[in-house]
């Protein structure tokens, strides 16, 4: 198990970045959570086995549809052994 602290910057707003991101995470085996941050960017912490990790990884840089992706950053972090994936409405962390 390996945990992930990712950030993705660009047009991740709006475009149903986090129910699409979630989705994948859910096929992936990925647990976590995401949310949206005040300043654009989409704040992810993810956790699973290295294999779904990277593919969850690869996701990212592409999101759905409609998101256009300029930047993501991920950096290892200590696990925090997540249940499931969870969408995180802004405003519950400041």
Known sequence: M???DITVKGKVQGV???ASTKAVADQL????????EANGDVIIEAEGEPTMLEMFLDWC???PQDAEVTTVESNEGELK??????????????
């Open 16 to 18: 149903l970045y986090r």
């Open 61 to 63: 840089h592409e999101g």
């Open 81 to 94: 052994n997540y249940r499931n994936f969870e969408v995180l409405k802004r405003g519950l962390f400041k």
């Open 29 to 36: 085996g990925v647990r976590g959570t995401i949310k949206n």
């Open 2 to 4: 390996k945990h992930l």
